[in-house]
Nanobody, 124 residues
Framework: VQLVESGGGLVQAGNSLRLSCAAS????????MGWYRQAPGKQRELVAS????????NYADSVKGRFTIARGNDKKLMYLQMNSLKPEDTAVYYC??????????????????WGQGTQVTVSS
């Protein structure tokens, strides 16, 4: 699975951005996708995630009510709508796909795919 993010940029606080993630390759075994971010000097953190079915989502407390994660109908597109952006949202945002590999007679294996990241900068 290859992941390519787009949509980052520089915006003023209070404005909006929409990030997109385009996946290619087989999505068989992908159980969830998500957005992570990493600010300078900080650890990568989960921003939002969505199950393969799209029925369940999860958000970091810091973005609840402001960000919305969604998947495209063909399951190979994922979006992050970011509203009311704050300077503390400044980070590199990464697209993630989580795969569950079922192995006959063995415990399942898990693997994470990552995009190259897209910079989001929010000025005050």
């Amino acid at each position: 699975v290859q992941l390519v993010e787009s949509g980052g940029g520089l915006v003023q606080a209070g404005n909006s951005l929409r990030l997109s993630c385009a996946a290619s390759g087989s999505m068989f075994g992908i159980t969830a996708m998500g957005w992570y971010r990493q600010a300078p000097g900080k650890q990568r953190e989960l921003v939002a995630s969505i199950t393969s079915s799209g029925r369940s989502t999860n958000y970091a407390d810091s973005v609840k009510g402001r960000f919305t994660i969604a998947r495209g109908n063909d399951k190979k597109l994922m979006y992050l709508q970011m509203n009311s952006l704050k300077p503390e949202d400044t980070a590199v945002y990464y697209c993630n796909a989580h795969e569950l590999r079922v192995r006959l007679g063995l415990p399942p294996d898990e693997y994470d795919y990552w995009g190259q990241g897209t910079q989001v900068t929010v000025s005050s």
